[in-house]
């Protein structure tokens, strides 16, 4: 079963109509991003799933994650931005049991930040695995060098380079140097496919494999969304009715959207589809800024000006039509809490009643819902979604004019920063 959007509470902003005249008024254009020729973009790796991992490259992946999770009692992923965030949100969402700790280093600069993590791995059996593409990023640079030190004076040399895999670009970066000369093992971040569309190549899936979560049910599930945005008519296809519903909201001056979701567990999820748009599509002075919201905390929060503020936001509500659990709330006679009314039911039909009522009250409030219907939180279905969203960015990126895989915006800070820690080359 794949997912599905319903557009039905977006229709007093965005009809069928325009949604169907805005795909016929670009059919050409929209066919060719469906089935792109290789020499369109160097950065469509992602767009054939085997082509991006491979059978040989996924059981060497599978014998690394097998013998880490045998050894380590705690693995450090040591990356920034695209190279850790798609491994996290598997991690964070799905990990059956917590074996290995998973920690999260080299995506930030923050001394008790790193501190904290040294007291969490001192006296542990660690491993850990450094990310980067071409390995100038300062966050996982300068943290692999305090980790390393670290490793090294805790195993000695030998040992603590056979607690290290190197995941980097495999033409000759200085990652793939440095590994060569300590004699990491490395594998390869496909020169063909940008940070934040990697979670289905070497990136996400070695980390992932590492939690316990079986990556060949996430690739069946990318797979699987693959072969249906190969199949469906360019007037269903709901990466395009996606990219194109988007766009068209923009024009109407519906300027932000907000990822809604009302299982926590998708937090991880949601930061990295807001970092997926954000990067892709904020340039040139245009993009739709791309915001999360986990309900219904942040009704609580945000909610107020979602339904009161500024008429500048939609929002796209994913709604586990499983929710993997039952909770029945049990009677508490005697005892008045006020909560009665709420005897014999499940919080499963409280978060669904929740959600329904969001929907209905920020659509009356006059903000545009879609809504992704997903029918279970299962690493399939999380491959479906990447692969769905990664797709959905490409073309709505597209239509905008942008380039949906280069991030220029990203150099200014750096290159304040790195002028002001002198740094002299730029590799
Ligand atoms: O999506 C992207 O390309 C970026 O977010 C990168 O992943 C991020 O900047 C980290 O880059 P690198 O892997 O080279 O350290």
Redesign the pocket.
Known sequence: KPLTLDYSNMLAHVTEKDLEAAIAGQRTRLEGLLDPPAAQSEMLGWVNVDGCTGAALVSRITETAREIRENAEVFLLI?????N?GARAVIKALQPDGIPEILYAGNNLSPRYLERILAQIRGRSVYANV???????L???ICFRIIRQFMEAAYGKEAAAARIIATGSPDGSSLERLASAKGYRFLP?PPDV?????VLSAVGLLPIAVSGVPIQELLQGARDMARLLKTQPLTENIAVRYGVARNLLLAKRFRLEILAYFEPLLKYFAKWWV?LFG?SEGKDGTGIFPAACSFSEDLHALGQYIQDGRKMIFETFINLEEPGARLPIPADHGTADGFDYLDGKDFTDLNKIAFEATVRAHVAGGVPALILNVPALTPYYLGQLFYFFEYACYISATILGVNPFD?PG?EAYKTHMFSQLKRKNNP
């Open positions: 990356g920034v931005g695209g190279s965030q990310i980067a593409k071409n390995f100038a990023t966050e996982p640079g971040f940008g940070g934040r569309f990697s970092q990067e991030q990203v």
